[in-house]
C-alpha cells in the first residue's frame, strides 16, 4: 500500500515532465550549482562555497525508495573571502588537504516526504571519518534549453569536530562553534 502511495504522489510529477518510468541516471551542473558552508566566529556570521563539486544520482521516478546517490567534494577548491582563512581551512588542524583532498556523500535510500520533497539517508565522510546522515530535499523539475533537469536544495547541520575538522587550537569551540551548516542549491540534468 505504501508504495502504491508513494507511486501516486509521484504520478503527477511525471506526466508533468514527461520522464520515463524507469531509472534515470542525472549529473550536476556546475555552473548553477552551489554548495555553501556557513559559520560563525566569535558572534560574526561567515560563509564559503565548495566550487568543485561531482555528483551523479540515479533516482527511479516509480520506486522513489531506490536512489543512489555519490557526490564528490574538492575540499582544496573553496571560496573564501580571506586568503589567510583559506589557509587555515586548508591547514591540518582543520581539513588538511594534503592527506585528505576530498569529502564525500554516497546515499543509496530515498523516502518521499511529501509531493515536492524526500530524504536521503547515506553516509557523510570527511578527513576519513565517516557517520551517518540524512538529507532532507526541496525537488523541483525544470526544462532549461530544451533539457529536464532536478534542483535540488537542501540545509542541514554538521557538528565539524565529529569530522576531525578541528585539531589543537581549532577544537576550542569557544570561537568557533562545533555547528555548520551545510546549504546545497544543485541543478543535474539527465544523461
Avoid at 587550537?169 to 546545497?184: K, L
Wanted: glycine share 6%.
Amino acid at each position: 500500500m505504501r508504495k502504491l502511495l508513494l507511486t501516486a504522489a509521484f504520478a503527477p510529477l511525471m506526466l508533468l515532465i514527461g520522464l520515463p518510468a524507469q531509472a534515470a541516471t542525472w549529473t550536476i551542473d556546475p555552473d548553477d550549482s552551489h554548495v555553501y558552508f556557513k559559520y560563525k566566529y566569535g558572534n560574526d556570521p561567515y560563509q564559503g562555497e565548495f566550487t568543485n563539486v561531482q555528483a551523479t544520482f540515479e533516482i527511479d521516478p516509480l520506486s522513489p525508495s531506490n536512489c543512489n546517490f555519490q557526490v564528490t567534494i574538492s575540499i582544496a577548491d573553496i571560496e573564501i573571502e580571506s586568503p589567510e582563512v583559506l589557509d587555515y581551512l586548508h591547514d591540518y588542524e582543520l581539513f588538511d588537504v594534503d592527506q585528505f583532498p576530498t569529502a564525500s556523500f554516497s546515499a543509496d535510500s530515498c523516502r518521499l516526504t511529501g509531493m515536492d520533497s524526500f530524504e536521503s539517508d547515506g553516509t557523510l565522510t570527511i578527513r576519513d571519518e565517516t557517520h551517518p546522515m540524512t538529507f532532507p530535499f526541496d525537488l523541483d523539475v525544470e526544462t532549461a534549453g530544451g533539457k529536464i533537469r532536478f534542483r535540488l536544495k537542501s540545509s542541514v547541520t554538521i557538528m565539524r569536530l565529529d569530522y576531525g575538522v578541528g585539531q589543537g587550537y581549532w577544537a576550542n569551540t569557544g570561537e568557533i562553534p562545533n555547528d555548520v551548516e551545510i546549504e546545497i542549491d544543485v541543478y543535474a540534468t539527465q544523461q
